[in-house]
């Protein structure tokens, strides 16, 4: 008896995280084939997404303020899908990383990310985006970051992620 609910708050939990990665898939999917959808195609398909992601948000919400015991899981979750809402984030694969809270993964991706810069596969202008957004995403997992980093951060954070940290200050 002890366990009533265990099951159903793991198949809950897991569901979610199916339908946010499916979101965040389709997201990626569409920026990768982004030139080959005419415009009014891509913003529509995408105007869908993030209205999907807003219903999930909702009910994340409906579900955090009547069960306490799946608040700290879901809030991350919830971070997630409002970076994605407030186009905070505007790489899926980092929003997914962060939902996850895989903070060696978004490390790992940072990494990769300087050796194709050195090489010339990444324009600065996108890497600098996508550090910011991984930088971001490590701090708000509550990783440490080098004081390089934190210069990097505060350099080139834009007033895009100070509304993802006012999304996330709310939510805190």
């Known amino acids: 008896m002890a366990s009533r609910g265990t099951t159903e708050t793991s198949k809950l939990k897991q ?6 990665d499916r979101l965040m898939q389709q997201l990626q999917d569409l920026e990768e084939c982004r030139e080959e959808l005419d415009a009014d195609e891509y913003e529509e398909t995408k105007k869908e997404t993030l209205e999907q992601l807003s219903e999930i948000n909702d009910s994340l919400k ?9 608040v700290d ?10 970076a994605a ?6 790489t899926p694969e980092v929003i997914r990383m962060f939902a996850k809270k895989q903070p060696r993964q978004l490390r790992t991706r940072l990494a990769e990310m300087d050796r194709d810069l050195i090489v010339g596969k990444l ?8 550090k910011v957004e991984i930088l971001t995403a ?16 505060s350099a ?17």
């Open 62 to 70: 409906k579900i955090m303020s009547g069960d306490m015991t799946l």
């Open 156 to 172: 080139n954070a834009g007033t895009v992620l100070s509304q993802f940290e006012k999304v996330s200050t709310d939510l805190g």
């Open 73 to 82: 899981e879901l809030s991350g979750m919830q971070l997630a899908i409002q």
């Open 15 to 20: 569901n979610l995280e199916e339908q946010l």
């Open 138 to 153: 490590l701090r708000k997992l509550g990783e440490k970051l080098t004081a390089d980093d934190e210069m990097f951060l």
């Open 85 to 90: 809402i407030s186009q905070a984030f505007k």
């Open 123 to 130: 324009g600065r202008d996108l890497y600098t985006q996508q």
